[in-house]
């Protein structure tokens, strides 16, 4: 009898050991935490901000303001900005600047040069549509009068060109031309060697 009861005693012992030692080996693998990795995450954080710092170089627009301005300089620009939005940028119209001859509704480009002239001042070269060092036609800025000095292009086409400039904005390439209707392929390789933009 009394070696059935330390037999009994024995397993009851062992039974207590063993539920202890399961229930605390749960607790510490409940308790215990995966690791983070957090290079991986500043990697992934770095990668999105230079994904957005590359997307937000691609629109900026670097433009030259020249003139009468408060200050003339170099600005940079977003790719929706007008020349209003630069002429602001550059804090104004000085007293004397002679507004009418500036389309402030016309959208930006890059590597624009932006000229207001003062009151009675003929135009420069920087605001003429013609660049005298190759005498070729700055189509972005050459009024109905110098595109009509093109080859082959006639008072009404002129007219035409100017007012889809004013209504789209600068052209970015020569090719820009073609959607012009009475302008073909022919017609903008004649006019390739005479024409600059920007």
Request: charged letters at 25%; proline letters at 3%.
């Given at each position: 009898?009394?070696?059935?009861?330390?037999?009994?005693?024995?397993?009851?012992?062992?039974?207590?050991?063993?539920?202890?030692?399961?229930?605390?080996?749960?607790?510490?693998?409940?308790?215990?935490?995966?690791?983070?990795?957090?290079?991986?995450?500043?990697?992934?954080?770095?990668?999105?901000?230079?994904?957005?710092?590359?997307?937000?170089?691609?629109?900026?627009?670097?433009?030259?303001?020249?003139?009468?301005?408060?200050?003339?300089?170099?600005?940079?620009?977003?790719?929706?900005d007008?020349?209003?939005d630069?002429?602001?940028?550059?804090?104004g119209f000085?007293?004397?600047?002679?507004?009418?001859?500036v389309?402030?509704?016309?959208?930006?480009?890059d590597?624009?040069?932006?000229?207001?002239?003062?009151?009675?001042?003929?135009?420069?070269?920087?605001?003429?549509?013609?660049?005298?060092?190759?005498?070729?036609?700055?189509?972005?800025?050459?009024?109905?009068?110098e595109?009509?000095?093109?080859?082959?292009?006639?008072?009404?086409?002129?007219?035409?060109?100017?007012?889809?400039?004013?209504?789209?904005?600068l052209?970015?390439?020569?090719?820009?031309?073609?959607?012009?209707?009475?302008?073909?392929?022919?017609?903008?390789?004649?006019?390739?060697?005479?024409?600059?933009?920007?």
């Amino acid at each position: 009898m009394l070696n059935l009861l330390k037999k009994s005693s024995f397993f009851l012992l062992a039974g207590l050991a063993v539920f202890f030692f399961v229930v605390f080996t749960k607790k510490q693998d409940s308790s215990a935490e995966l690791p983070i990795d957090t290079k991986d995450t500043d990697e992934l954080f770095q990668d999105d901000t230079n994904s957005e710092s590359t997307v937000d170089n691609e629109q900026s627009l670097v433009v030259d303001v020249k003139g009468a301005v408060q200050s003339p300089g170099v600005y940079t620009v977003e790719q929706d900005d007008r020349i209003h939005d630069v002429i602001e940028l550059a804090g104004g119209f000085s007293k004397n600047a002679d507004q009418s001859q500036v389309n402030l509704a016309q959208l930006v480009q890059d590597e624009m040069i932006i000229a207001v002239p003062e009151q009675g001042e003929q135009e420069t070269n920087i605001s003429s549509g013609i660049n005298d060092s190759n005498d070729k036609i700055r189509i972005n800025y050459a009024s109905v009068q110098e595109i009509e000095q093109l080859p082959g292009i006639g008072p009404s086409k002129a007219e035409t060109i100017f007012q889809y400039r004013e209504e789209n904005g600068l052209f970015r390439e020569l090719e820009d031309l073609l959607n012009i209707s009475g302008i073909g392929e022919k017609t903008i390789e004649s006019l390739r060697d005479y024409i600059q933009i920007p």
